[in-house]
């Protein structure tokens, strides 16, 4: 596995697309982006972006971190193909953002009530952040139509 570190700039389109059905694979089926176009424009809107791949020795994309500036703190989303999940993948992401970082903010589905595209249930990562050194922001809530996160943040 190989992990490449670049800008949003620097992201083909042939990786944006593999990030799109990574993230509509991962998330809860109510976080899919049906177009393309609208991915697009979440991303758009994001300030200051960096991007780490992690790419298969066939070329796929199996994980993807990407951080951007929002309301002046540094936030996240790390999202990881199923396949190669509790392999020790996402804490080599986790390391390496927060060699760079000194301060990392995020929304955690903190429950295991949503359903992934593929009808399996959504498993909260949230006690994976807690072993990486998160701390959980418990009086900060996203309650939206779509989703019930709680923050989670790190600093150095």
């Known amino acids: 596995m190989e ?18 059905i990574l993230w509509n694979n991962e998330y809860p089926e109510k976080l899919n982006y049906l177009n393309p176009a609208d991915f697009e424009s979440y991303l758009k809107n994001l300030q200051d972006q960096n991007h780490i791949l992690m790419i298969d020795e066939k070329g796929k994309v199996r994980g993807w971190y990407f951080d951007f500036i929002r309301e002046n703190e540094k936030w ?10 509790g392999k020790g993948y996402g804490k ?6 927060q060699e760079k970082e000194t301060e990392l903010n995020a929304w955690v589905i903190d429950h295991n009530k949503d359903k992934k595209k593929n009808g399996e249930a ?32 790190w600093t150095k």
């Open 3 to 20: 992990f490449i570190k670049m800008t949003a700039t620097a992201l083909s389109e042939n990786h944006r697309k593999e990030i799109l």
């Open 92 to 97: 080599s992401i986790v390391n390496l953002a």
């Open 122 to 153: 959504y498993v909260s990562p949230l006690n994976f952040y807690l072993k990486n050194g998160f701390i959980v922001l418990a009086k900060n809530r996203l309650e939206l139509e779509n989703i019930s996160a709680v923050k989670i943040k």
């Open 76 to 85: 996240f989303v790390i999202i990881l193909d199923s396949k190669f999940q």
